[in-house]
């Protein structure tokens, strides 16, 4: 799949985790967000953690045993779609 510009997925998967590696730093960054967005329910940082994560799921739904692993970032958004439905609500019953 190529995007804007002629690169492929896997270059831009390879340049970020390969050349710059940045495999670990995001997979920190990631669960270091991921729990400061539980505790302050905030649904953009949900999302960011989401974001970061996503090289690190891809890489690790090429190996064969873990083709599932690229649907791990749902479950932030998930949780950010629960934290976003839940603070609309909050917001409508305080102006009713």
Same mark, same amino acid.
């Given at each position: 799949?190529?995007?804007?510009?002629?690169?492929?997925?896997?270059?831009?998967?390879?340049?970020?985790?390969? &050349?710059?590696? !940045?495999? *670990? #730093?995001?997979?920190i960054a990631s669960v270091i967000i991921f729990v400061y967005a539980l505790v302050k329910r905030s649904w953009i940082l949900m999302l960011v &953690?989401?974001? !970061?994560? *996503? #090289?690190?799921?891809?890489?690790?739904?090429?190996?064969?045993?873990?083709?599932?692993?690229?649907?791990?970032?749902?479950?932030?958004?998930?949780?950010?779609?629960?934290? *976003?439905?839940?603070?609309?609500?909050?917001?409508?019953?305080?102006?009713?």
């Open positions: 799949m190529n995007v804007r510009g002629g690169y492929s997925l896997e270059e831009i998967m390879g340049v970020l985790l390969g &050349s710059l590696r !940045l495999f *670990y #730093p995001l997979l &953690s989401a974001i !970061l994560l *996503y #090289p690190d799921a891809w890489f690790f739904s090429g190996y064969p045993p873990f083709p599932w692993a690229k649907f791990i970032p749902l479950i932030q958004v998930i949780f950010a779609l629960i934290f *976003y439905l839940m603070k609309r609500n909050k917001l409508k019953t305080n102006f009713q």
